[in-house]
């Protein structure tokens, strides 16, 4: 693993003002702002309590802003993962990504946060790869106490 790599996780613990709105039943997206650039965090319900992420970033912020502030944006994407997960509680949640990169370092975070994730009753499953996407599935192994009354 690349010392990079590690810099990124070890900045993960994120305390980044989320902004939750919902555009529906099955949409759920946490924004937040930092330094220039804009992040949506989306979660949409594929199936039944079967959740997938996606983040998109836009921003006015210069080349040399934008990488000074890309820790904050991932470590903010997963300040919004993990308020999730202890909210919603949903059944599986999935993350794609068809950048080598990027999928490192969802597997990275997930494997670090381990403990932490079955501690909130979750476990990850290992990951696959096929071309040209690779998806990062937690799983709820503890019953859910959300309880959605819209549906």
Same mark, same amino acid.
């Given at each position: +693993?690349?010392?990079?790599?590690?810099?990124?996780?070890?900045?993960?613990?994120?305390?980044?003002?989320?902004?939750?709105?919902?555009?529906?039943?099955?949409? =759920?997206?946490?924004?937040?702002?930092?330094?220039? +650039?804009?992040?949506?965090?989306?979660?949409?319900?594929?199936?039944?309590?079967?959740?997938?992420?996606?983040?998109? =970033?836009?921003?006015?912020?210069?080349?040399?802003?934008? =990488?000074?502030?890309?820790?904050?944006?991932?470590?903010?994407?997963?300040?919004?993962?993990?308020?999730?997960?202890?909210?919603?509680?949903?059944?599986?949640?999935?993350?794609?990504?068809?950048?080598?990169?990027?999928?490192?370092?969802y597997e990275e975070y997930l494997r670090r946060q381990d403990t932490s994730l079955h501690q909130l009753g979750y476990r990850m499953i290992p990951p696959?790869?096929?071309?040209?996407? +690779?998806?990062?599935? =937690?799983?709820?192994?503890?019953?859910?106490?959300?309880?959605?009354?819209?549906r």
């Amino acid at each position: +693993m690349s010392i990079l790599v590690e810099a990124l996780i070890a900045a993960f613990d994120s305390n980044t003002e989320l902004i939750w709105t919902t555009t529906g039943v099955s949409e =759920v997206i946490a924004k937040f702002d930092v330094s220039g +650039m804009h992040v949506a965090t989306t979660f949409t319900e594929t199936a039944r309590n079967n959740w997938r992420i996606a983040f998109d =970033v836009t921003s006015t912020a210069s080349a040399s802003e934008s =990488v000074h502030a890309s820790i904050r944006v991932f470590s903010g994407v997963f300040q919004a993962v993990r308020e999730f997960l202890e909210a919603r509680q949903p059944q599986r949640v999935v993350f794609a990504s068809k950048e080598e990169a990027l999928g490192q370092l969802y597997e990275e975070y997930l494997r670090r946060q381990d403990t932490s994730l079955h501690q909130l009753g979750y476990r990850m499953i290992p990951p696959i790869k096929s071309s040209p996407l +690779m998806e990062f599935t =937690v799983e709820k192994i503890t019953p859910s106490e959300w309880k959605d009354y819209r549906r």
